[in-house]
């Protein structure tokens, strides 16, 4: 029998916002001053790939980044006590700079000068990237922002080691173009993304940043700790171009809902904690939405399927027989 109280406050903990919103906006700035030194540093990809981070078996990290004649990569560390971001070269140096106790201001100091030591020079533009909500303020100057609250960030990766494995397990359903399951530090969510491979209109009033990210239909998935808006930590999911009564269709399960004034659909997080089975709660959630995008845009949803794994057996089967007979005609001596 499943302990689902266990599952609640282990894997799916608590993470009620009004606790750890200052820890969140610090290590969300945090978080953005690092996804900017990958951006100055790794080869663009399509559709901003190249900037995410990736969960962990410590936190986020933001995988291997080229320089020069070497590689680097940056962890946040989140398991441990010592909550700290890990510089690692493969020339075999290292460096850390501690979470705790440092402002915006004083992280940047240390990112910048730790970098320095290792040999790596990157340029940035030292302001926050669309967080008017949090801070306008550069990051050089922001002495204001600096709490830090391990219990309730190492709550935060728990929960997104959760949701990546569920997010892996949808994107294997589908066998068309897919993003990698990654975390973008823009607004610091948790996202996969399905494309049809048809290419969309240039949403009216779209930043280069926005024309790039959309330029193809998609169906996007996501989790994020919630903001000034949604107070709470929420799944969500849209389309772009979103066509006429993808709103209407059906949710599962039964405590998602549609959010007509942004055009999301929404299932909260709390709900998928207190559900009999999480995982399938989310899964359920991610499939009502693609089905009702799929549907309405008229994608080829079984071109697109996975086949089922009994199906992939018989062909596994098919194929090794097929093998079978191909060896047999070749051994034939009048062969």
Known sequence: MVNTSFTRDVQFPSLPIEEWEDTKNTLHLFLQIVGKVKLALFPKMNHWWHVPFYVSVRGLTTGSIPYEDMVFEMEFDLRDREHVLRIETSEGDSKTVPLKGLSVAGFYERLFSSLGELGIVAGIRPIPYDLSAISTVPFTEDYQHASYDEEYVNRFWRILVQVHSIFQIFRGWFIGKSSPVHFFWHSADLALTRFSGRPAPVKEGANSVEREASSHEIISFGF??????????????????????????????????????????????????????????????????????AKKADWDIEAFRLPSYEKQLEEQSENSKEYSDILEKLERPDA
């Not at 107070?231 to 405590?255: C, D, I, T, V, W």
């Not at 299932?267 to 995008?293: C, I």
């Open 224 to 293: 994020w700790a919630g903001d000034q808006n949604v107070r709470a930590p929420a799944f969500y999911a849209y389309m772009h171009p979103q066509p006429p009564g993808f709103m209407n269709e059906p949710l599962s399960p039964k405590e998602a809902y549609w959010n007509h004034q942004t055009g999301l659909a929404i299932l909260m997080y709390d709900d998928v904690r207190y559900a009999d089975s999480p995982e399938k709660a989310v899964l359920d959630f991610l499939e009502s939405v693609y089905q009702a995008g």
